[in-house]
C-alpha cells in the first residue's frame, strides 16, 4: 500500500527538520519545504493527502498559501502551525477551510493523531463523493432505458417536474420500474444531497407501520426500549417514498394526512411536536380513485397527494424498450456472477418480444438472471428463456404457472446468494419483507442454501 504523501511548509529550518524527522519515522513520505514557491512547486509535481503549514511564512501568510494549494488540490486538508499569540488567525483560517491547528510548540503525537484524522476525513469524503456520483449516474434520467414513445414522454414529465416541491403520484403495475423513477427525480431535485427513504406500506403491518413513519419515544408500547426515529424525521430535508400507498390503513392515512398540511407530528409515547421538511412521492399499483369510491382511501388524502400524477406503461406497450433492457440485464447479471455472457440469439429475442410480460420489467429481469445462471454458453439461447411447457403443463392456470415460476425463481435467487436473503433481496429488486412473504408462501427457507 502507498504510504500517505505529506506537504510541510515552514520558514523554521530547525522546526521543520524535526517535523520531517518525526513523520517519517512514523512511516509517512514527506515532502518538506522552507519556502511558498517550493510549496506550489511540489503541489504540481505532486499529490499531497495533508498539508501542513506554518501561518508565518516568508512572503505571505499560510491561509493565503492554503487557498493557492487548494487550487491546485481541492480535496487536500491543511493543518496550519501557529505561535499562541496567532490562535485568532488559526481560527480564521479554519473559517476559510483549514481542517484544524496546532500551537506551537506542539507534542509530535498530537500532529501524527490530526494528519491521520485528515486524512481518514479526506478519505472518507471522497468516497461519499464517489457513491454519489455512482447513484446520480445509476439513477439520472439519462440513465434510464426508454426508446419507446410513451416511456420518453413519462421521463420528459417527471424531469420537468423533479426541481418542483410538489408531490408525485406514481400509477403503474407491480414490475413496472415506480420506485426507479421515484429515486431519479429525487437525484434531479435540490433535495438530493439528503435522504431518500422507501417504505412499503403493504408489507409492515398496521401495528407497526406508525411507529415506522413517525417513530416512538422509549416506554410507548412493550418492547420500546429506547427511543427510535422514524422515517420522517430520518428524511427531513430530503424525499420520501411510500410505495403502494393504496395499502395504508386508514388509521394512518389521517396521520399523514396531518403531516402533510402541518408539516409536524407526535412520535408515539412523545407529547412534543416534530417539526420535518419533506417532499412526498407515493406509488401505487391500485386505482385511487376507485379506492376513494369504495371508502379505501381518504379522499382529502387523495388530493394532497396526487398532485401531479405520473402513468407508468405495462412493458406489452413499449415493447421496443425489450431489446435495450436485455443487453442491460445481460451485463448486469453477467457481472454479479463471474460470467462471460454477452449476447442473445435471435430466436431467444423473438420469444422475449412475444411475450405479454404480465410481471413487467422485473419480470424480464428475473428471466434474463435465471438464463445467465443456468447457461455454460456466452451466449443466451432460446432453450433458457420462458421455457415451453409440454403435455399437462400446458393446462396450468396464469396463477399455477407463476407460482411455478416464483419457486424455481426463489431457488435460483438463494443457490447464488447463499442463502443471504439481504444479497437476494437486493437482487431481485424487492424488499427484504416481501421477499421473507414470497419464501414463506412457498415454503423456502434460506438456511437450506447456506454453504
Not at 523554521?12 to 524535526?18: A, E, F, I, T, V
Amino acid at each position: 500500500m502507498a504510504k500517505t504523501k505529506i506537504l510541510v511548509v515552514d520558514d523554521d529550518r530547525n522546526l521543520l527538520d524535526l517535523i520531517h524527522m518525526r513523520l517519517e519515522d512514523s512511516g509517512y513520505d514527506v515532502v518538506a519545504v522552507d519556502h511558498e514557491n517550493a510549496a506550489k512547486e511540489a503541489a504540481i509535481r505532486e499529490v499531497f493527502d495533508v498539508a501542513v503549514i506554518d501561518l508565518q511564512l516568508v512572503k505571505q501568510d499560510g491561509i493565503s498559501l492554503m487557498e493557492e494549494l487548494r487550487l491546485i488540490h481541492p480535496d487536500m486538508p491543511v493543518i496550519i502551525l501557529t505561535a499562541h499569540g496567532s490562535i485568532e488567525s488559526a481560527v480564521e483560517a479554519m473559517r476559510r477551510g483549514a481542517f484544524t491547528y496546532l500551537t506551537k510548540p506542539f507534542d509530535s503525537r498530537e500532529l501524527i493523531l490530526q494528519i491521520e484524522r485528515a486524512r481518514e476525513k479526506n478519505q472518507l469524503t471522497r468516497e461519499i463523493s464517489r457513491l454519489k456520483e455512482l447513484l446520480e449516474e445509476r439513477f439520472n434520467f439519462a440513465n434510464i432505458i426508454a426508446k419507446s414513445e410513451r416511456m420518453r414522454s413519462v421521463l420528459d414529465k417527471v424531469a420537468r417536474i423533479a426541481d418542483t416541491e410538489s408531490n408525485v403520484a406514481i400509477y403503474g403495475a407491480s414490475g413496472t420500474g415506480k420506485e426507479l423513477i421515484a429515486k431519479a427525480i429525487h437525484i434531479s431535485s435540490q433535495r438530493k444531497d439528503f435522504s431518500f427513504l422507501a417504505i412499503n406500506c403493504a408489507a409492515i403491518p398496521e401495528s407497526l407501520l406508525e411507529s415506522e413513519l413517525f417513530g416512538f419515544e422509549k416506554g410507548a408500547f412493550t418492547g420500546a426500549v429506547k427511543n427510535s426515529k422514524g422515517v420522517f424525521t430520518r428524511a427531513d430535508k430530503g424525499t420520501i417514498f411510500l410505495d403502494e400507498i393504496g395499502d395504508m390503513p386508514l388509521s394512518i392515512q389521517a396521520k399523514l394526512l396531518r403531516v402533510l398540511q402541518e408539516k409536524t407530528f407526535v412520535p408515539l409515547g412523545s407529547e412534543e411536536p416534530v417539526s420535518v421538511d419533506v417532499r412526498i412521492i407515493v406509488a401505487t399499483n391500485k386505482d385511487l380513485k376507485e379506492e376513494v369510491k369504495n371508502g379505501n382511501f381518504r379522499e382529502d388524502l387523495f388530493y394532497r397527494i396526487h398532485v401531479i400524477p405520473v402513468e407508468l406503461p405495462l412493458l406489452k406497450d413499449r415493447k421496443e424498450d425489450i431489446p435495450p433492457l436485455v443487453d442491460h440485464f445481460i451485463q448486469k447479471f453477467s457481472d454479479l456472477m463471474g460470467k462471460k455472457v454477452k449476447s442473445i440469439t435471435p430466436a431467444a429475442m423473438q420469444k422475449l418480444m412475444l411475450h405479454d410480460w404480465p410481471g413487467n420489467v422485473r419480470e424480464l429481469e428475473n428471466t434474463i438472471e435465471y438464463a445467465i445462471a443456468m447457461t455454460n454458453s456466452n451466449t443466451l439461447k432460446d432453450d433458457l428463456i420462458l421455457q415451453a411447457k409440454t403435455g399437462h403443463d400446458e393446462m396450468l392456470t396464469l396463477k399455477e404457472a407463476r407460482a411455478g415460476f416464483e419457486r424455481k425463481y426463489l431457488h435460483n435467487l438463494l443457490k447464488i446468494t447463499n442463502g443471504n436473503v439481504s444479497k437476494a433481496a437486493e437482487l431481485a429488486g424487492k424488499y427484504r419483507a416481501d421477499l421473507y412473504n414470497l419464501m414463506k408462501k412457498h415454503a423456502i427457507t434460506p438456511q437450506d442454501f447456506k454453504l
